[in-house]
């Protein structure tokens, strides 16, 4: 028997937030953003959730392969571009869209060989301060790529720094807007926490759009908004049973350190599920988890492969017990990983990309 847990991946709800995605940004072609294996989810369990977007967006030249071997035929962006000169081999054979962000990559487009021109991704940077060219130098960039042969259309991307937080946008839309204002081309400026918060506002608006974070059911701005805040379903389920129950007597501790002690006599389970399985070490006493759906804490420190539970809310519960450490629980229950990820000080993204490959997963 293999250790009873598992990670269940759910198609459809990652193809329900992306049309949340496009409710917000109605005018707007969508971009599934995919980078990450889809964020730990696996591309190709995904697929079926992704395939009504406009176009595919990710950064891994070999994940762009397997996408095409998918039989997807639309725009694939690298939103990172080319990393070396022969990546743009590849682009050229797969039709890759890809992004432009400094010089050098002008440089290895101008020396490139194809016959088919490339649609490009011109960044700029507007004060994320991560890639794209500067607000002085970005005509100069698109004056350059508009020159080569090997250049088909030009479209302008920037990326936001601050889109769930209260600084918001308004700094780098304004930036952007000024230094591109001469510049034709498609633009695309948001990632989902611009979608869903800043979408409609005067400047965002744009041609394109990329939804990473709220396809897999996380909020982005969370703990301000959550899930439901935001009509957004979890796309992964982390699952497993109890192993085995203890009964404690107040002065009992429970794990590595002696972390938490009980107040009174209650029963704890031992979850199979430990850090080595991508569950998060840091995630302290009171984490919430649902046992037979309903909704309790963790007790004491996460260990490799087991950690503990309070079953005071569940007194029926036995070695066997269904455990949903994040995502869908029996009788329509919901934990959503952002509430996981808070309780460890760090956000969904990491949890899911985080999943341990040793978890078998199933396409649910
Ligand atoms: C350039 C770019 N666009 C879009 C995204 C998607 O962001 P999110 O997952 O927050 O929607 C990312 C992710 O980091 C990114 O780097």
């Known amino acids: 028997m293999p250790r009873p847990i598992q990670a269940l991946i759910h198609p459809e709800a990652v193809a329900a937030n992306l049309r949340r995605a496009r409710a917000a940004a109605p005018d707007a072609r ?70 432009v962000h400094r010089e050098a990559q002008i440089d290895w487009l101008a020396a490139h060989k194809t016959h088919e021109p490339h649609r490009v991704f011109l960044k700029m940077n507007s004060g994320m301060n991560r890639l794209g060219f500067g607000p002085q130098a970005v005509g100069s960039a698109w004056t350059r790529l508009n020159a080569l042969p090997q250049v088909d259309e030009i479209s302008l991307v920037t990326h936001f720094s601050d889109a769930d937080g209260p600084r918001g946008v308004d700094h780098q839309v304004a930036a952007f807007a000024q230094a ?98 991508g569950y998060p070490r840091h995630a302290g006493s009171g984490t919430p988890v649902l046992v037979q759906g309903v909704r309790t804490g963790t007790v004491g420190r996460v260990s490799m ?24 629980g029996p009788h329509g229950s919901v934990l959503p990983i952002d509430e996981v990820a808070h309780a460890a000080g760090t956000i969904g993204y990491e949890l899911m990309c985080a999943l341990a490959r040793r978890v078998p997963v199933a396409v649910a």
């Open 305 to 328: 492969d087991m950690l503990a539970v309070d079953l005071t809310p569940v007194p029926s519960a036995q070695p066997g017990s269904e455990v949903t450490l994040w995502g869908r």
């Open 180 to 277: 591109t204002r001469d510049l034709p081309g498609e633009r695309s400026l948001s990632n989902s926490a611009a979608i869903l918060r800043h979408a409609q506002d005067q400047g965002v608006r744009a041609d394109w759009v990329r939804a990473g974070i709220l396809s897999y059911g996380s909020a982005p701005d969370y703990p301000e908004h959550d899930i439901a805040h935001w009509g957004l379903q979890p796309a992964m389920t982390l699952r497993s049973e109890l192993i085995a129950v203890q009964p404690l007597q107040p002065g009992d501790t429970v794990g590595y350190g002696s972390r938490y002690t009980a107040e009174r006599a209650m029963r704890i389970g031992i979850v199979a599920c430990g850090y080595a399985d």
């Open 30 to 99: 969508l971009w599934a953003v995919v980078k990450a294996d889809a964020y730990g989810h696996g591309i190709e369990r995904v697929y079926e959730g992704i395939r009504g977007a406009d176009g595919i967006a990710l950064l891994d030249l070999a994940e762009a392969e397997r996408v095409r071997a998918l039989g997807w035929r639309g725009p694939i962006l690298l939103l990172e571009g080319c990393f070396e000169p022969r990546d743009l081999e590849l682009c050229s054979r797969l039709a890759l869209w890809h992004v």
